[in-house]
């Protein structure tokens, strides 16, 4: 399996920020393994997501986030019939400018915050 370098060229450097809507289906071809210097986080509005890397594998439903580390190879399909989620990647180095440093040991974890599932939904809107 071939694992691809993800680079991201921001339109504002001032925002270094991408936020899409993405849709896997079961049918699709398989997502490239692909890494970036960058934190990404998907915030699952349907279906089920599997998302995985460095050995593990985690499962995300409607209302979960998932962050993904810095550095970490990983790859995203659908679990079952499809799934639908907005993506985030955030420049590293803007978020170390904010204080928020991003490191690169964990690979992932699935959020289940209120909080931050009312921060995407006002994003959405």
Known sequence: ????YEKHNYLD?????????????????????????HIELLYITDGLC???????TLKA?????????????HDIHAA????????TTADKGFCDSFG?????GQFAMVIHDAPVTEC??????
């Open 100 to 104: 928020v440093p991003m490191c690169s």
């Open 13 to 37: 450097p001032d925002f270094p920020i991408f936020f899409h809507h993405d849709f896997r289906s079961c049918h699709d071809l398989p997502f490239s393994t692909h890494w970036h210097e």
């Open 120 to 125: 995407y939904e006002a994003i959405i809107r």
């Open 1 to 4: 399996m071939t694992t691809l």
């Open 50 to 56: 599997t998302v995985c890397g460095n050995g593990i």
């Open 61 to 73: 439903a409607p209302g979960d986030v998932v962050m993904i580390s810095p550095n970490c190879t």
């Open 80 to 87: 079952k019939d499809s799934c639908s989620y907005y993506c």
